[in-house]
């Protein structure tokens, strides 16, 4: 994954539990982000974060929380506000300075 | 960000030539070709990106009009690994944020 781990890679909630998708980073790259993809669709972006202690919301923050505490590691917390929180949430770092981001290998989250 | 628009799906034979094409009518001088694709469960992955020039890689060949509305990504001996979601994006290079739009993309199966 070129440097970026996600944790766990599948997930499974109880309704009305909050879950944290972890992302780290060894790039050192300051950008991060987290999208959402649903079956058949392409990627929406819910948070990034551009710098430590600064993010800012995507398309689709509603129901979803972040933190950026360290460069490392944004990780994103699915609240229970999240009414259709099943799908494969994908982390990002980088800018289009050179060849875009680089994508983690995704957590797929599931409702249960 | 320029939008872009791509075929839904296409099917290759084993062996020959992939030619996904890709528009962008609407692109901006200073915004490049950007193609990532995707395997199944996994994060996207970059392959290759133009200005206005054809360029070749390990991976791919992008070919780019001369009026820069439109391009064709190139597979040229397609193998069942490149069964994957195909997106193209237009973008400036650079490294502040701008909206990164991944849209559904084309789902290429590659046949044996």
């Known amino acids: 994954d070129g440097g970026i781990t996600q944790s766990p890679k599948y997930l499974f909630r109880k309704e009305g539990q909050n879950v944290t998708l972890s992302c780290e980073q060894n790039?050192?790259?300051?950008?991060m982000y987290w999208y959402r993809q649903d079956p058949g669709q392409g990627l929406r972006l819910i948070y990034y974060?551009?710098?430590?202690?600064?993010?800012q919301k995507g398309d689709i923050a509603e129901g979803y929380s972040v933190s950026r505490e360290k460069k490392e590691s944004f990780p994103l917390t699915v609240t229970s506000a999240q009414k259709n929180p099943t799908a494969f949430y994908l982390c990002?770092?980088?800018?289009?300075?050179?060849?875009?981001?680089?994508f983690g290998s995704g957590t797929r989250l599931t409702v249960v | 960000d320029a939008k872009t628009t791509q075929p839904t799906s296409m099917d290759c034979a084993e062996g020959r030539a992939a030619n996904l094409p890709c528009n962008h009518s609407?692109?901006?001088?200073?915004?490049?070709v950007y193609w990532y694709r995707q395997i199944h469960s996994q994060g996207p992955q970059y392959i290759i990106h133009?200005?206005?020039n054809n360029e070749t890689n390990e991976m791919a060949s992008l070919i780019i009009t001369e009026d820069r509305k439109s391009s064709t990504l190139i597979l040229p001996h397609a193998t069942l690994r490149d069964t994957a979601v195909y997106y193209c994006?237009?973008?400036?290079?650079?490294?502040?944020?701008?909206?990164?739009?991944f849209g559904p993309g084309t789902s290429l199966s590659v046949i044996p």
């Open positions: 994006i237009v973008r400036v290079a650079g490294t502040s944020y701008d909206k990164v739009i």
């Open positions: 990002a770092v980088g800018t289009f300075a050179n060849y875009g981001y680089t």
């Open positions: 974060s551009q710098i430590v202690n600064d993010f």
């Open positions: 609407t692109i901006s001088g200073n915004e490049y």
């Open positions: 790039l050192n790259h300051d950008a």
């Open positions: 133009g200005l206005k």
